[in-house]
């Protein structure tokens, strides 16, 4: 496998972009910033030097645009072809190149498949034609209008540093959940139903996946005073294992110390942390 750290030039295709080889290169610079990136029309012979890597062009390991091209396990999902063929998901050359070298962006396996599910995946099933999505388009519309004075060049580059921030964004969330998970899974627990935790952290994964008997999460409010928030039923949801009363959404009663509830049943806040955990014991008798 190729060393990221020793390639000094990679090639990827010219004119109209997609995510896909934008946020490659936004991936390839993240991780190996002096690597000099070029947009040609044609893979070359002197293009396949060792320290060089090509992508999303020229029918390489890096590239999707093959017959045979590399196919994502079944457990990331499928599709059914216009034939009505179930056909698992192929990769994009971001996959690819996220598949052999994320870990060096995300070195738990744990936050690397964070990052593959929730942004990676998505943007193969666009660039595959499978289904849209609107962090795709949005990347696309970077690309100059017929009328436009701006170079593709020009508008690639503007992209890949949007792209950058956005990647590093989520390879810092997912870096952060991972660190989290063990200071979430030995925090407070009240009543066996109710945790606490001292400072705001990510914790659905966590009490989802290895706490199912919590009911409610307390944490301090960004706002000031303590928030008391609902557990997911399951990743991505917004149904809780058991909500609030609905007396309450809304309607906050102050006499218990609430500043605010949420219509939509997942969040109420309170003054002080003792008021906070007692609306919550109050929402784990209804």
Not at 124 to 144: Q, Y
Not at 208 to 233: C, H, K, W
Not at 265 to 286: G, M, R, S, V, W
Request: with cysteine; glycine share 6%.
């Amino acid at each position: 496998m190729i060393d990221l750290m020793t390639v000094t030039k990679g090639y990827t295709h010219s004119t109209i972009f997609h995510a896909d080889d934008v946020f490659s290169t936004a991936f390839l610079k993240l991780v190996n910033p002096a690597i000099e990136i070029s947009r040609v029309l044609k893979v070359t012979d002197e293009m396949q030097a060792d320290d060089c890597i090509v992508y999303d062009i020229g029918e390489g390991r890096y590239d999707h645009h093959q017959n045979d091209r590399l196919r994502r396990p079944i457990e990331d999902g499928y599709y059914f072809d216009k034939d009505g063929c179930m056909q698992m998901i192929p990769y994009c050359g971001f996959g690819l190149l996220w598949r052999d070298f994320g870990s060096l962006l995300c070195p738990s396996q744990k936050a690397w498949k964070k990052v593959d599910q929730t942004l990676v995946l998505p943007i193969d099933k666009t660039d595959n034609g499978i289904e849209r999505n609107t962090l795709s388009a949005a990347v696309h519309a970077f690309n100059p209008a017929w009328n436009s004075t701006k170079t593709s060049d020009e508008a690639f580059w503007e992209a890949v540093e949007i792209a950058k921030q956005i990647l590093r964004n989520y390879v810092d969330g997912a870096n952060a959940e991972n660190e989290a998970e063990e200071a979430v899974l030995n925090a407070k627990v009240v009543d066996d139903k109710i945790l606490v935790l001292d400072k705001y952290m990510p914790w659905q994964d966590a009490v989802i996946e290895f706490m199912p008997e919590i009911l409610y999460v307390v944490f301090p409010s960004a706002r000031g005073g303590y928030n008391v928030q609902t557990v997911p039923d399951a990743p991505g949801s917004f149904n809780g294992r058991k909500l609030f009363p609905k007396k309450w959404l809304g309607n906050p009663d102050a006499s218990l110390g609430m500043t605010f509830c949420h219509p939509g049943n997942f969040l109420l806040a309170t003054e002080t942390l003792d008021q906070a955990i007692h609306c919550a014991q109050l929402a784990c008798a209804e």
